[in-house]
């Protein structure tokens, strides 16, 4: 694996970031990751977004984790959550330009997963698919999935209290056609532990589902 600190411009901040190329040639995707809430310590260096990296990378996949504003070396302060849909969308942007070919998938961890979530319904470029772990259920007002052509997967621990399975499930069935919806025995919010079951699930997912579907 080879990786390179990066930085992107988002509105006037600028955001920095990790991109990690598989080994052997340049990739012909990418996938974009997203930490989780930065006033719990969430930053791109949590051990969710690596596994979340790593699944891309076994798959061949590039993969560009980033920090939020206000997070590390990235500019600004928390913005409540909006802003940072902002940030996703600009690096969601660079990515595409830095290019890495032609699929650039979007996947996020807990608040991550909530501005996953939004920037994507909010793109006019729908991302080649969308993988939300453990979305924050319990604490978010009315998380939406993006609709039309998208693959997507949702993946939480069955000892998950942040994001219940009952929950997850009526999210899932909240769109036509429904996304993957994957639980994942024994794991909780943290998932410590069960990050290379993450990986190989979300790598799973991606080996098929990391490129748009043809027009």
Excluded at 71 to 77: E, F, I, N, P, T
Excluded at 99 to 108: E, N, R
Excluded at 199 to 212: E, K, N
Aim: proline share 7%; charged share 20%; aromatic share 6%.
């Amino acid at each position: 694996m080879k990786e390179e600190r990066v930085t992107f411009k988002s509105g006037d901040l600028t955001l920095e970031g990790m991109i990690a190329y598989p080994d052997g040639a340049g990739p012909h995707r990418a996938a974009v990751v997203c930490h989780p809430h930065p006033l719990y310590g969430g930053s791109m260096d949590n051990n969710v977004v690596e596994a979340l990296r790593d699944a891309a990378l076994q798959e061949g996949i590039g993969a560009l984790r980033f920090n939020f504003r206000g997070v590390g070396a990235s500019g600004g302060s928390h913005g409540g959550g909006e802003p940072e849909t902002d940030d996703v969308l600009a690096v969601l942007e660079a990515a595409r330009g830095l290019h890495i070919g032609s699929g650039v998938s979007l996947a996020g961890y807990s608040f991550g997963a909530a501005r996953a979530a939004a920037a994507a319904a909010r793109t006019q470029e729908l991302p080649a698919s969308l993988v939300l772990v453990s979305p924050p259920l319990r604490s978010s007002n009315g998380l939406r999935l993006p609709a039309g052509r998208i693959h997507q997967l949702l993946i939480a621990g069955d000892r998950d209290q942040a994001c219940p399975v009952e929950a997850l499930d009526a999210l899932a069935t909240s769109i036509t056609p429904s996304p993957d919806c994957i639980i994942i025995e024994g794991a909780d919010h943290s998932w410590w532990g069960y990050e290379d079951e993450l990986r190989d699930t979300v790598g799973g997912f991606l080996r098929w589902h990391a490129l748009p579907d043809p027009a």
